[in-house]
């Protein structure tokens, strides 16, 4: 299983950046799959997440009607498109999998065993 996370970049506010997650191994239609971030110092909190059946979805507070998590089969990837990013958005952003989350959608870290690399994401004022 592997997770290949890109598309991180340095954007002023107000841009719009669009993250990429490929799997290699699973299929995006297999798994509930989340993006977390994670600053210095801080937890690493959930951003998104969908379900396995593509049917529920989980935005953050801070990021509803932002950001949105999407997947396409066909390329076998997951994606999160966020725009009016704002400063405090800066941070590195990570997607996970794990075969074990059936229903719905799970933000709790701890139940994600696999992880891509993870891809910095700096958003200046």
């Known amino acids: 299983v592997q997770l290949q996370a890109s598309g991180g970049g340095l954007v002023q506010a107000g841009a719009s950046l669009r993250l990429s997650c490929a799997l290699f191994?699973?299929?995006?239609?297999?798994?509930?799959i989340a993006w977390f971030r994670q600053v210095p110092g801080k937890e690493r909190d959930a951003v998104a997440a969908?379900?396995?059946?593509?049917?529920?979805?989980y935005y953050a507070n801070s990021v509803k009607g932002r950001f949105t998590i999407s997947r396409d089969s066909a390329k076998n990837t997951v994606y999160l498109q966020m725009n009016s990013l704002k400063p405090e958005d800066t941070a590195v952003y990570y997607c996970?999998?794990?075969?074990?989350?059936?229903?719905?959608?799970?933000?709790?870290?701890?139940?994600?065993?696999?992880w891509g690399q993870g891809t910095l994401v700096t958003v200046s004022s």
């Open positions: 191994g699973p299929t995006v239609s297999g798994y509930a």
């Open positions: 996970a999998i794990d075969p074990k989350i059936r229903w719905g959608t799970e933000t709790d870290p701890k139940k994600y065993d696999y």
């Open positions: 969908i379900s396995r059946s593509g049917a529920g979805t």
